[in-house]
């Protein structure tokens, strides 16, 4: 099982980090022992220091797939629920600096929360209907819709296949909205989706 995480997927988000808007999905990885299971606690490394929230839509795969046409790709997706993308924000921007790969600031233990519910894919599902929220105790941090994307859940699967194998369980995180912060020991962070909280993680 892999992670895959899409970055500057909403235009708002690239704008607010001074990024420009990607002609094409920008994708990089996070090992599995990134992933944060509901009822685990983040917490904090002090090496890494700011650490920013950026709430996603995240699928899941079901079949094994390689170069999948963007009509058939949404035919992959297993399930749906919401993540936190976690960025070690200092570190990345000295990454970037140097030109250097993001893995430090992105793919460090715990870097990838998992929501507490996971929704089935049906044939009425509309992954680019999803209204999505994340509060920073009981405060709306950040809120999006997923019609925003610059490319759409089936665009990016087509995309990523091109250049890897999709497997069974692979999760997807599609890009963040705006409103990134810092998170600090003792936040409550909740995600919601079309209103319903489908994420719960505590900061240690």
């Known amino acids: 099982m892999k992670v895959i995480c899409i970055g500057r997927n909403y235009r708002a988000h690239a704008e607010e980090l001074g990024n420009a808007a990607p002609k094409e999905p920008v994708f990089f990885l996070k090992p599995n022992t990134a992933c944060l299971y509901p009822g685990q606690l983040i917490r ?12 996603e839509l995240v699928v899941m795969m079901d079949s094994y797939a390689k170069n999948v046409p963007v009509n058939m790709a949404l035919g992959l997706v297993a399930s749906f629920t919401l993540g936190l993308d976690l960025t070690a924000r200092d570190v990345q921007e000295e990454l970037k600096a140097k030109s250097l790969p993001w893995e430090k600031a992105k793919a460090f233990d715990g870097s990838a929360v998992l929501g507490e519910v996971e929704l089935p894919m049906t044939a009425g599902t509309d992954l680019q209907n999803m209204d999505i ?9 950040q809120k999006g819709h997923t019609r925003d994307m610059l490319f759409t859940v089936a665009e990016l699967i087509a995309h990523v296949s091109r250049y890897m194998t999709l497997e069974p369980g692979d999760l997807l995180f599609t890009g963040t909205p705006a409103g990134v912060r810092p998170i600090t020991h003792g936040d409550l962070l909740e995600g919601y989706l079309n209103g319903n909280r489908v994420l719960r993680a505590v900061v240690e």
């Not at 929220?133 to 941090?141: E, H, T």
């Open 44 to 55: 904090l490394n002090p090496l890494l220091g700011t650490i920013h929230h950026e709430v």
């Open 133 to 141: 929220q994340l509060k920073r105790n009981g405060q709306l941090v």
